[in-house]
């Protein structure tokens, strides 16, 4: 059967999400929703969907199955909870919500319409990250007892987001959730986080660097370091780095998407992503994992079964961004069992 959805939030990214759904058999967007009557209309006749500058007006007018949210963070509440309303599945962009409070109420509204509720938390979900996952859940270095999880970069992500450059907080909530979150996926929940902050370049308004230590569950201590200050060659954007220690080796995801992993011997894999005939260079890892988690969110639906990062899981994400903010602003350790 086919599944029908809506594009609410028509900015930056959504093109993106546009492509990928393009590309994924079984579904179709047949409604755009923006408030800017240009990008409605540019993105609509781009993708020959109908237009609508209100998401209460289109859920009416529309027989959906699902919406896809779009927008920055400040709508999501409000707009998550009219698709639960209208009784349709609902994927969400991060960051999922600016408050835990916000988070469990678009929570409870979706779980009480019965519907099936996914954040778009993508870094998980790209190829290169998800080929290390899976050597590291399959074993390939015994167990993990030491990770480092790094996104360090200096590419002017201003210009195409320029919210960025304004909002009081930046790299922990726009960048670090992913980086984090794809710590969750290699090493599990977090019992105890520790974080620092600093602003380099002085003509923004949040922080652009941020080094956080994390204790998890399992018993592995990772480290997720992010900047957007770091000036280098090569430039990694949008790459995230890994170096995992394990009791039978170590694994390494290093610069250009090379993923390394030594035991006794040493294999070394090109984990490049593919580019997308919609994509472009630097940006194509990021936007083949914008297809690969819809087709995920897809697949769950027609399975009946949650997707890997449904609301549910990343109230845990969040609460790490919160207990970041909390222990670099208290200078303190935060334990991540009374944080949620
Ligand atoms: P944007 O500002 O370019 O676009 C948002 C659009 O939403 C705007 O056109 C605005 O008019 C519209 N909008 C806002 N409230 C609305 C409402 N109530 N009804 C209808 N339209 C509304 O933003 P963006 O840069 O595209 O970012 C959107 C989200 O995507 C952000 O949360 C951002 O963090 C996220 N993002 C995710 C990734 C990723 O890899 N997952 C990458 C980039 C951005
Ligand atoms: O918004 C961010 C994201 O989710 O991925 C990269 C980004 O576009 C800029 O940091």
């Known amino acids: 059967m086919m599944l029908k959805g809506a594009l609410i939030g028509a900015g930056f990214f959504a093109q993106n999400q546009m492509h990928g759904w393009a590309g994924i058999e079984g579904v179709e967007i047949v409604a755009v929703c923006d408030r800017d009557p240009a990008r409605r209309d540019k ?21 959906l199955d699902f919406v896809d949210i779009a927008t920055t963070v400040a709508s999501h509440r409000p707009l998550v909870e009219r698709a639960a309303a209208a009784g349709v599945h609902v994927i969400c962009q991060k ?88 710590a969750r ?20 308004r949040g922080e652009d660097v941020a080094t956080m230590l994390l204790e998890h569950e399992s018993g592995v201590t990772s480290v997720v370091d992010c900047s957007y200050a770091t000036r280098r060659q090569p430039e990694t954007f949008p790459e995230t780095l890994l170096e995992i220690d ?18 006794a011997g040493e294999q070394v894999r090109d984990v490049a992503p593919p580019v997308l005939p919609w994509a472009e260079q630097p940006w194509h890892n990021i936007q083949e ?26 109230l845990k994400t969040l609460a790490l961004v919160e207990a970041a903010y909390r222990s670099a602003a208290d200078r303190t350790r935060i334990d991540m069992r009374a944080a949620e």
């Open 95 to 182: 960051p999922f919500a600016g408050t835990m409070t916000d988070a469990r109420a678009m929570i409870a509204a979706v779980d009480t319409a019965g519907k099936t509720l996914m954040v778009h938390e993508n870094f998980r979900w790209q190829s290169a990250v998800r080929a290390a996952i899976d050597a590291l859940r399959g074993g390939a270095i015994g167990q993990p007892f030491f990770g480092r999880v790094s996104f360090r970069s200096g590419y002017d992500v201003f210009s195409g987001q320029p919210y960025l450059a304004t909002d009081p907080r930046f790299i922990i909530q726009d960048l670090g959730i992913h980086i984090l979150d794809v």
């Open 246 to 263: 394990g009791d039978g080796g170590t694994l390494r995801l290093d610069a250009g998407y090379r993923l390394v992993i030594q035991t």
């Open 185 to 204: 996926a290699l090493f599990g929940d977090v019992a105890t986080l520790s974080a620092t902050t600093r602003r380099i370049n002085q003509g923004i």
């Open 289 to 314: 994992s914008v297809q690969i988690i819809q087709q995920h969110f897809v697949d769950c639906l027609r399975a009946g079964v949650q997707p890997e990062t449904s609301g549910h899981d990343n």
């Open 43 to 63: 993105t609509a006749a781009r993708f020959g969907a109908r237009p609508y500058a209100d998401a209460a007006e289109m859920l009416a007018a529309e027989a």
